[in-house]
C-alpha cells in the first residue's frame, strides 16, 4: 500500500503543478523560451560523425592503435584519379602526364601510376634462396653437359632418355604469392583494364579520411585541378572521376547529412498530417507540437554540451523523439478534451489529465528511459549514446508538456477555446468497442493463433555479419573503388602492424607468415609486406651463383631449346645478370608505402587479406582479426594490426556478447519501473504482456520474411520494449477506474492508443525512405513491431482481458481475492 500512496502523492503533485501552469500561462512560457534558447545555443555547433572509429570507446586497443597508426603514417587509403574513355595507349600517356603535376598540389605526399613490377621481375632471383639457386644451377649444368653430349660426333646414345629440363617453374612456384611479387602485380605496368578502358592514378593526402573537412578540401583540391585540365587530347569520349577513401567518405557523409534532413522533415509532415487528422483543429495540432519541439531543443542542447556531435543513431533520434513525445500530446490532450465535453472547466480539467493520464505518460516516458539507458550499458558508443539521449529525452518531453500544455490551455481558455469532441463511442474505435465484447472469444483464438505462429518461428531467426549490406554501395565512388581494387589485385587499404625495431619487424613478420602457412587454406591472410623483408638477405652470395648461372647460360645455344624454354632461358638471363640493391633501391612507389608522415620509413608491416575475405564481410573480418592480433614479442611485449577492419571486428564481437545482455536489462528496468510506480507486480505483468508478445512475434516475423538481425537495427528489440508498454498501462489504468465503462474507455483510449503507436511509428517511418541500407533496416524492424503491437493491444490484449473478467464471473471470484482492480463492465 506504501507505494500506491506514494503514486497518488505523485499524481496530485503533477495535478498541482499543471494547474498553477494553466493559472499562470506567462511565467511558464517564459521559463520555457529561456530554456529553449539555451538549448538551442548549445546545440548550434552539433555536427555528425560517420567515422567508424567513433562508434567504439576510446579506450578500446583497436581504437588506440589506429590513432597510433593515423598520428605515425596519416589516414589509410587514396584520392584515386580513373581516367576512362579512351584507347591503352591514351589511357597510358594520362597516366604519365597528370602523375607528377598531380604531386606538386599542396596536400599530396606522393603519386602512384604503375606497378613496380621491372624492378621486381629483374631483381626476382635475389628472392630464391641459396639452395634453390644452387638447385636451378645444377639443371642448368646438366643441361649443359647434354648438349656438349649432342654436339659430339663419336658420343652414341644407347637409349631415349629425354634432354634434362631446363623448366624451373616448381622452384618459382615456391615463391609465388610473397610480398615482391604481390606488389609487383600481374600484367600492364600500368594499372589499366583495357576492357574497361580505365587507368588509375593513386594520390597519397597528408592527412587523415576521419577527418571529414580534410577530406574535404583534398578531394576538392584534386577535382579542381583535374576541372583545368584539357583532356580532350586522350580523345572524344574521355572523362576522369575520383574515388578511393577519401572520396568515399565525403558521399557517405553527403548520403547521411541528406538522409538526416529527409527523414527529419518527412517525420515533421507526416507528424502534422496525422495530428491534423486526429484532431481535426489546427491550434490541437499547434498544441501538441509545441512541448515537443522544445522538448527537442533542450535535449540537443543536452547533447552539444555532454557530445559536441551525433553519430549515425543519434543523428536520427529527432525524428523518433518527434513521434514518441507526440503520442503523450494525444493521450493528454484528447483526455482534456473528454473532460472539458463533461462540463469540467479548463483548469480542473487540465488538473485530472496531468493527474492520471499524465501520470501514466510519465510512467510511459520512465519505462522508456529505462529500457533505453539499458542500451547505455553498452560499450559500443552508438547504442550508449542513443541510449543516453533518448532516455533524457523522454524525460525531457513530459516535462515539456507539463511545462507548456497546460500554459498554452490557459491561453487558449483565456479566449474562449474548446477542444473538439471526439466521441469514444462513434468512428472505428467506437465500432470496434461494441464488437470486442461480442467476439472476444473468436478475436482471441484468431490473434493466440497467429502470434504462437510468430513464436514458434523465432528460433529462426539469424544475424548478418555482412557490413556491405548497411553502407550505400550505390554511390558511384563506391562503385569505382571496387573496380579499382580488382585492377590492383588487392585492397588500398591493408591493416598494418606498427613496429619499433628491426628486430621486431622481422619477428612480426615471421609470425604472420608462420600463421598463415599453419591454416594452409583456411588462412585469412593474403600476403604480409615489410621493408626490410623486400630487401633480400645473403646478396652477395647470391650473386657469385647468379654470375655463374648467367656464363653457363650463354653457353647454351637457344636455337637448340624446346621453344617453350626459349623465352624463360632469355628471362632467366637478364635476371641472373641482374645486381644486388639496397634499400634505397627500392622503387619510390614501394617505399612510400611505408613512409611515415615525417618522411622516415619503416616500422611498418603491412597485412592484407585473402583466402577469399572481404573486410566488409564481418564473419570473414572477425576471422581475419583473430589472426593478424596477439602476437607475442620476444621482450614479452604483444602487438597487434590496427585498420578500420579490426574496429568493425570488435563491433560485431561486442554487440553479439552484449546483446542478450542488453534485452534481459530492459527487460527486467521496465518490470521494476512499473512494478513501482503502479503498485502492484500482478498489474505490471499485465501490462507488459502485449509488449513482450510483440517483441517475440517480432522475430518470428523476421525469418519469416527473410528478414535479419544486424549490429544496428538490433537496437529495435529494447526500443520497442520502451516505447509500447505505455498502450498496456494506459488501457490497463483506465479500465481499472471504478465504474469505468468498456466501450466508452476503449474507444477513448483506443484511439489515443492507436494515434500514439502511429506517431511513434512515423519516426521510423522516416528512416524506411533513407538512402542508408543500415537505417533502412532500423525503419523496417521498428515498423513491423509497431505493427504486431498494434494488432495485440487493439484486439489480443482486450479479448484477453474480457475473456478473464468472464471467467472471474462464471467461477464467483471477486476483485479482492485476486488483488486486482476492479473488472470493466462490458
Known sequence: MGEKRWSERFEGAMGRLAARNHRRPFQALALALVLTLAGVFFARTLSLNADFVGLLPKNFPSVQDIDKLRKRFGGQGNVVVVGMGAEPEALKRFADDLAPKLAELSEIRYVNHQRPSNFFNEHALYYVDVDDLKTIQERIDARIAWEKQQANPLFVRLDDEPAPSVDFSDIEQKYTGRANQRMA????????????????VMAKPKGSAADLSYSKKVVSQVEEFLAKQDLSKYGPGFKTAVTGTFKKKIDQQRVIVGDLASASSLALVLLLAYLAFHFRSALSVGLTMLPVAAGLGWTYGFVGLAYGQVNLLTGFLAAVLGGLGVEHGIHLLGRYGTLRSEGMDSEAAVAESFRHTGFSALIAALVAALTFLSLAMSEFRAFREFG??????????????????PALLGLASRFGWAPRLHQGSSGPMGLLARWLPRSYRGVGIVVGVGVLTLV???????????????????????????????????????????TDSLEMEREVVRQLEARKAAR???????????LEDLVPKRQDEKQVILQSIAA??????????????????????????????????????????????????GGAVLVYAGGGVSLSDGEGTRRFAKEVRGLHMPDGSQVSAAGEALIL???????????????????????????????????????????????????????????????????????????TVDAGVHLVQRLG??????????????????????????????????????????????????????????????????????????????????????????
Open 388 to 405: 543516453i539521449i533518448a532516455a533524457v529525452g523522454m524525460l525531457v518531453s513530459i516535462f515539456a508538456y507539463l511545462l507548456i500544455l
Open 520 to 530: 594452409g587454406k583456411d588462412s585469412t591472410i593474403d600476403f604480409v609486406g615489410a
Open 456 to 498: 514458434s518461428q523465432a528460433h529462426r531467426v539469424s544475424f548478418n555479419y555482412d557490413s556491405r549490406t548497411l553502407e550505400d554501395y550505390k554511390q558511384a565512388s563506391a562503385v569505382l573503388d571496387q573496380k579499382v581494387n580488382n585492377i590492383l589485385g588487392y585492397s588500398q587499404t591493408p591493416v598494418v602492424v606498427l
Open 737 to 826: 477506474e471504478p465504474g469505468a465503462d468498456f466501450i466508452s474507455v476503449y474507444g477513448e483510449t483506443g484511439r489515443a492508443i492507436t494515434g500514439g503507436l502511429l506517431t511513434s511509428a512515423i519516426g521510423f517511418v522516416a528512416l524506411i525512405l533513407a538512402k542508408h541500407p543500415g537505417l533502412n533496416s532500423i525503419g523496417d524492424l521498428a515498423n513491423l513491431g509497431f505493427g504486431i503491437n498494434l494488432v495485440i493491444v487493439l484486439l489480443g490484449f482486450p479479448s484477453l482481458l474480457l475473456m478473464v473478467e468472464r471467467w472471474r464471473r462464471r467461477h464467483g471470484v471477486t476483485p479482492e481475492q485476486t488483488e486486482e482492480e476492479p473488472a470493466p463492465e462490458a
Open 552 to 601: 653457363k647460360l650463354e653457353k647454351l645455344d637457344p636455337e637448340r631449346l624446346p621453344e617453350d624454354t626459349r623465352a624463360s632461358m632469355t628471362r632467366a638471363l637478364h635476371m641472373a645478370k641482374a645486381k644486388p640493391f639496397t634499400q634505397k633501391e627500392l622503387p619510390a612507389s614501394v617505399k612510400h608505402q611505408f613512409e611515415n608522415l615525417d618522411g622516415s620509413t
Open 649 to 723: 571486428a570488435d563491433i560485431l564481437d561486442m554487440v553479439s556478447r552484449e546483446g542478450p545482455r542488453i534485452l534481459v536489462a530492459a527487460v527486467l528496468s521496465v518490470l521494476a519501473a512499473m512494478w513501482l510506480t503502479l503498485g502492484r507486480l500482478r498489474t505490471a505483468l499485465i501490462c507488459m504482456v502485449p509488449t513482450l508478445l510483440s517483441v517475440i512475434g517480432l522475430v518470428g516475423l523476421m525469418s519469416i520474411l527473410g528478414l535479419q538481425f544486424n549490429y544496428l537495427n538490433i537496437m529495435v528489440l529494447p526500443v520497442l520494449i520502451g516505447t
Open 185 to 200: 602485380g600481374q600484367g600492364d605496368l600500368y594499372y589499366l583494364d583495357p576492357t574497361e578502358r580505365m587507368v588509375v
